[in-house]
Nanobody, 120 residues
Framework: QVQLIESGGGLVQAGGSLRLSCVVS????????MGWFRQGPRMGRQFVAS???????YYADSVKGRFTISRDNTKNAMYLQMNSLKPEDTAVYYC??????????????WGQGTQVTVSS
């Protein structure tokens, strides 16, 4: 059974930083594409960033230059470093995974979500 456990959310002032983590169990992490999605108030779930099994990264335009996605295969972990946070980044952030090289638009596996709140 594949499990994704997120951590690192919280309350931060605009301009601040947070680092989200996602630890995966139940499958070979190095062969798992990973990513982050978010769902803000009154909004659908949106793509934030993804990282392939080879380490290539992709970002939503709204977070380019501010967020950095990374992975550590030795720890079965993925990270999202979020800098220069804005109130519009407020959302529940979800870790997602697929048993393939590149994350799909609708990943197979999801974490429970972690709340990020950015105050103005």
């Amino acid at each position: 059974q594949v499990q994704l456990i997120e951590s690192g959310g919280g309350l931060v002032q605009a301009g601040g930083s947070l680092r989200l983590s996602c630890v995966v169990s139940g499958r070979t992490f190095s062969s798992t594409a990973m990513g982050w999605f978010r769902q803000g108030p009154r909004m659908g779930r949106q793509f934030v960033a993804s990282i392939t099994t080879s380490g290539s990264t992709y970002y939503a335009d709204s977070v380019k230059g501010r967020f950095t996605i990374s992975r550590d295969n030795t720890k079965n972990a993925m990270y999202l470093q979020m800098n220069s946070l804005k109130p519009e980044d407020t959302a529940v952030y979800y870790c997602a995974a697929d048993a393939r090289m590149v994350l799909t638009a609708i990943p197979s596996y999801w974490g429970q979500g972690t709340q990020v709140t950015v105050s103005s």
